[in-house]
């Protein structure tokens, strides 16, 4: 699970337009599934402003997958974890690695290894970084 533990981060980010430090700081109380809607409180963005997202049926499934590794993760631990996007039950403080071995490989030509979302050409960004997190 490694690799998609860093890749929904990442197409979660890249699906709502949202800031790497909201995507993996999201929590579980965060999504109000009955009303379609994931939302950043106020304070925990950049310009301090909350906002919401609504849930898609690309994000609906990519949370789904989330709840189900997070349910499989306390069971294991016996513990609790109020984080949508975690390593285990660890926050995800950075994945300059993983993405610098995914950037190396020979199907990822158009991806920048020192940032997420960096790509060489402009023209294949969008369809570089939705397909190298697929």
Same mark, same amino acid.
């Given at each position: 699970?490694?690799?998609?533990?860093?890749?929904d981060g990442v197409r979660f980010a890249f699906l709502t337009g949202w800031r790497r430090g909201e995507v993996f700081s999201l929590t579980w109380s965060q999504?109000?599934?009955?009303?379609? @809607? +994931?939302?950043?409180?106020?304070?925990?963005?950049?310009?301090?402003?909350?906002? %919401? $997202?609504? @849930? /898609?049926?690309?994000?609906?499934?990519?949370?789904?997958?989330?709840?189900?590794?997070?349910?499989?993760?306390?069971? /294991?631990?016996?513990?609790?974890?109020?984080?949508? $996007?975690?390593?285990?039950?660890?926050? +995800?403080?950075? $994945?300059?690695?993983? #993405? !610098?071995?995914? !950037?190396?490989?020979?199907?990822?030509?158009?991806?920048?290894?020192?940032?997420?979302? !960096? +790509?060489?050409?402009? /023209?294949?960004? +969008?369809? %570089?970084?939705?397909? @190298? #997190?697929?």
């Amino acid at each position: 699970m490694k690799k998609d533990e860093v890749a929904d981060g990442v197409r979660f980010a890249f699906l709502t337009g949202w800031r790497r430090g909201e995507v993996f700081s999201l929590t579980w109380s965060q999504l109000d599934r009955s009303g379609g @809607l +994931v939302r950043l409180e106020s304070g925990m963005t950049k310009n301090g402003e909350g906002r %919401a $997202f609504p @849930l /898609t049926p690309p994000l609906r499934a990519l949370l789904e997958r989330r709840h189900e590794y997070t349910r499989r993760c306390e069971r /294991t631990q016996a513990c609790i974890i109020p984080l949508v $996007f975690h390593r285990k039950g660890r926050l +995800v403080n950075s $994945f300059k690695r993983t #993405w !610098a071995e995914r !950037a190396r490989r020979p199907d990822c030509q158009d991806c920048c290894s020192t940032t997420c979302g !960096a +790509v060489r050409s402009e /023209t294949s960004s +969008v369809r %570089a970084c939705r397909d @190298l #997190w697929r």
